[in-house]
């Protein structure tokens, strides 16, 4: 199965995974070493952040995606794309990988965006109540 993960500086897991341009593609299975099989590193207008659900995007090719952290638009988008993202509070890729396998992921801080987008399919937190 492939695993992308967001980064910033292909070393280490980036924090906002609807923003963040540049991701490490592992080819990973339960008991083995992932393997690094590409890098991705989309242009501006690729950002999954302002992306629509109804175009191929490079995102598509991987079943999972882990991330330091995601707002509910991120995660709508991304399950509609039939990928499973993933918050972690890990920095090291391939550790947040091993962790997703163990059942073990290590979990980040809810993140509370202060702006509101068109495109986020549900309500801000400050008007849900």
């Known amino acids: 199965m492939r695993i992308a993960v967001g980064t910033q500086d292909f070393r280490s ?9 540049r991701f490490l593609v592992f080819e990973a299975e339960a008991g083995a070493e992932p393997i690094e099989v590409k890098r991705l590193d989309l242009a501006p207008d690729e950002v999954l952040h302002h992306f629509g659900d109804g175009r191929p995007h490079p995102i598509d090719e991987v ?4 991330t330091g952290s995601s707002g509910g638009g991120f995660v709508a988008h991304m399950k509609r794309r039939g990928i499973e993202p993933v918050v972690t509070s890990e920095h090291d890729p391939l550790q947040a990988i091993r962790d ?7 979990p980040a801080e809810p993140v509370h965006h202060p702006h509101d987008h068109h495109d986020h399919d549900e309500e801000p937190a400050e008007r849900r109540g």
Do not use: L, M, N, S
Not at 13 to 18: E, K, L, V
Not at 63 to 66: K, S, T
């Open 13 to 21: 897991i980036a924090t906002h995974g609807g923003r963040t341009r």
């Open 63 to 66: 079943q999972v995606i882990i």
């Open 100 to 106: 997703w396998f163990a059942g073990t992921v290590k």
